[in-house]
C-alpha cells in the first residue's frame, strides 16, 4: 500500500483536483491555442530538475517537439541568449548589469524576462528569499523596506535602472538609520549604533539591492558580508571553521551582539537556533507580513525572488509559436502543480501568472 501512496498522489496533483498547501484553483488548465513542431533549445539553469518535468508534460499535448537542452547554470543563460545559441534561456536570478548591457549592446533593445516560478522558501540552492533577523532580545518586531534601506544603504546620488543611472533614486543622508532610536525603540536601545551584516557579493546580495537599495551599491560603512556557510565561496582556508560562512555570522556575531540585524536566507538561518525573524512592509502603512512559506507564495512578504525565462523578442514581434505555447504551458495550472511535485520551488499566485501570461501576447 505505501508503494501505492506517492504516485497516487502524484497523478491526482498532476490531474488538478488539489495541490497539497497550495490552491492553485485560480490558475487555468493548459488549453494549447495551435498545435507546434520543431526543436525548442534550452540554455542555462535546469531549475533542480524542474524544466525536464516540464518538457515532458509540455510534449504530451505537442508530441512533435523536441528540446535541445545545455544546463550548466545560470550564469550560461545570458551569454547563450546574446550570442544567439538557445531560444529559451532559464535563470533562477536577476541579471547583472554586464548582461544586461551586453544584450542591449548586441540587439539594441532588452531581453524579454517571464516569471515563471518563485524561489524557495527554506530549500538550499534554489534561490531562496531573503529574511531580516535581530538579536532575540530586541523587541522590534518590524520594518519597512524604505527603512531597511535606511539601516543598510547609504545617501546616494542615484542608483542603476537596469543599466540607466536613475537620479530619482537618489536619497540624502537624512534618511540613513544608524541608531535603534530612529527605529523607535527607547531605554538602553535608544543610542545604541545599528550594526548590520548579511552576504557578500553574490546573486542573493544584487537581488538585496535591487530590492531594497533601488540598485545601489552604496551600504551603511559599518556593514559586514559573509558568503554562505558550505558554499564554493568558502575560502580554502576557512574550509574548517568556516568563519566567513553565514552561519558563524548569526552564532558568533548577531547572538552575540543585541544592536546588530542581519539578513540572510532561511536555508541558512534554519542552522542556527536563536535570530529572531522579522515582518516586512513594502511600503509605509502597508501590512507588515511574517516570513513564512505561505506568504513567500502568496507573494505577500515583499522579498520573494523569482524564477525566468529570458528570451529574445524584439519589439513589436510576436512571440516564435512554439516557444509561448511552451510558456503557456509552465504558467498554466498543470505547470504550476509541476512545481510543488518537484519540491525545490514555489508556485505564482494565479494573478501574478495572469500577468507573465500576458507578456506573451
Do not use: C
Amino acid at each position: 500500500m505505501k508503494q501505492l501512496i506517492a504516485p497516487l498522489a502524484g497523478l491526482l496533483l498532476a490531474g488538478g483536483l488539489f495541490a497539497g498547501e497550495f490552491d492553485l484553483s485560480g490558475l487555468p488548465a493548459y488549453q494549447p491555442q495551435q498545435p507546434v513542431t520543431g526543436v525548442i533549445r534550452n540554455y542555462g539553469f535546469a531549475f533542480g530538475g524542474l524544466l525536464k518535468v516540464w518538457e515532458e508534460g509540455f510534449r504530451k499535448y505537442h508530441p512533435d517537439v523536441t528540446f535541445a537542452d545545455t544546463l550548466p547554470t545560470s550564469d550560461a543563460a545570458f551569454p547563450a541568449l546574446v550570442t544567439g545559441v538557445t531560444d529559451l534561456a532559464p535563470d533562477g536570478g536577476e541579471p547583472a548589469i554586464t548582461e544586461l548591457l551586453s544584450f542591449f549592446e548586441v540587439y539594441g533593445y532588452h531581453a524579454t524576462d517571464v516569471v515563471v516560478a518563485s524561489g524557495t522558501y527554506d530549500v538550499e540552492g534554489r534561490s531562496p528569499g531573503i529574511v531580516v533577523y535581530v538579536h532575540p532580545d530586541n523587541p522590534l518586531t518590524q520594518l519597512t523596506l524604505a527603512q531597511l534601506d535606511g539601516i543598510f544603504g547609504a545617501e546616494r546620488n542615484g542608483a542603476l535602472r537596469g543599466f540607466k543611472w536613475d537620479l530619482k533614486a537618489a536619497r540624502g543622508a537624512e534618511k540613513n538609520i544608524r541608531t535603534w532610536g530612529q527605529l523607535g525603540l527607547t531605554g538602553e536601545w535608544a543610542d545604541q549604533p545599528i550594526q548590520t551584516y548579511g552576504h557578500a557579493p553574490s546573486g542573493t546580495t544584487r537581488f538585496f539591492q535591487l530590492r531594497v537599495l533601488r540598485n545601489s551599491d552604496k551600504w551603511n560603512p559599518n556593514y559586514r558580508g559573509y558568503v554562505e556557510t558550505g558554499s564554493k565561496m568558502i575560502d580554502d582556508d576557512d574550509r574548517v571553521e568556516q568563519r566567513g560562512g553565514v552561519q558563524f555570522m548569526l552564532r558568533e556575531e548577531l547572538l552575540k551582539n543585541k544592536y546588530g540585524i542581519a539578513w540572510t536566507v532561511v536555508p541558512q538561518a534554519s542552522r542556527v537556533p536563536g535570530p529572531k525573524p522579522i515582518a516586512l512592509a513594502a511600503e509605509e502603512g502597508g501590512p507588515s507580513v511574517v516570513p513564512t512559506k505561505a506568504t513567500f507564495q502568496d507573494r505577500s512578504y515583499p522579498l520573494v525572488r523569482n524564477l525566468y525565462f529570458y528570451l529574445n523578442r524584439k519589439p513589436g514581434t510576436a512571440v516564435d509559436p512554439k516557444l509561448r505555447e511552451f510558456l503557456r504551458y509552465i504558467l498554466s495550472r498543470e505547470g504550476q502543480e509541476a512545481i510543488v511535485v518537484n519540491g525545490n520551488y514555489l508556485p505564482l499566485p494565479a494573478t501574478l501568472a495572469a500577468v507573465q501570461r500576458a507578456r506573451l501576447d
